[in-house]
């Protein structure tokens, strides 16, 4: 008998600095997913629609026992062991923090993502940030404290413009790495110029 379905997903794969970022969302098995409708993937979604259904995340948890954590892989992490094993671990360490019994879980994955292999009731599914609702909203999770925890490195390394982009490859990033190099945050692997 299942206890427990478990949506996974992750924000920030490929992005030229800061960290890989996991989101897990465990929902009791007898949980009503249609409290979720109008739930989406997070890459479809606005800025403010992923805040507010952070939000009502929160409100689940309270509510219904959802429980949620995102956990992160740093750049010096991605760079040292790939971007693959970085997902992986911070998907393990997650299901380990939320002390999750693999015997009483389904796990329901996006795209090419694996839990640890004691979870034997997993599911991956392609485009499952599009297709199931807990999938979204562990997406939604990753995305949201991905991009806060990019606006406080902003502060910190301002003439990036991470506030804007994120860390994502575009012109003004770029150039931005050009005129000032690389930054402790960068993915040394991932950047693919000459920045000294």
């Not at 299942?2 to 890989?20: C, F, M, W």
């Amino acid at each position: 008998m299942k206890k427990y379905l478990i949506g996974i997903d992750e924000a920030g794969r490929g992005p030229l600095a800061g960290p890989v970022a996991v989101g897990v969302v465990v929902a009791p098995y007898t949980f009503d997913l249609r409290l979720l409708k109008g739930v989406r993937d997070s890459k479809r979604m606005e800025e403010l629609g992923r805040e507010i259904w952070y939000e009502k995340l929160r409100v689940l948890e309270v509510e219904y026992g959802v429980r949620h954590l995102v956990q992160f892989s740093s750049a010096h992490y991605i760079d040292t062991y790939g971007i693959v094993p970085a997902v992986r671990a911070a998907i393990a360490r997650a299901l380990r923090l939320l002390e999750v019994d693999p015997r009483v879980s389904h796990v329901l994955l996006d795209g090419a993502l694996k839990a640890p292999s004691r979870f034997i009731s997993q599911e991956t599914i392609i485009r499952g940030d599009e297709t199931e609702p807990l999938i979204s909203l562990a997406s939604i999770a990753a995305k949201v404290r991905r991009d806060r925890l990019m606006r406080m490195l902003a502060v910190r390394h301002p003439e990036y413009g991470f506030e804007i982009h994120k860390g994502y490859g575009t012109k003004m990033h770029r150039e931005a790495l050009i005129k000032h190099g690389l930054s402790v945050v960068h993915r040394k692997s991932f950047c693919g110029i000459d920045v000294n």
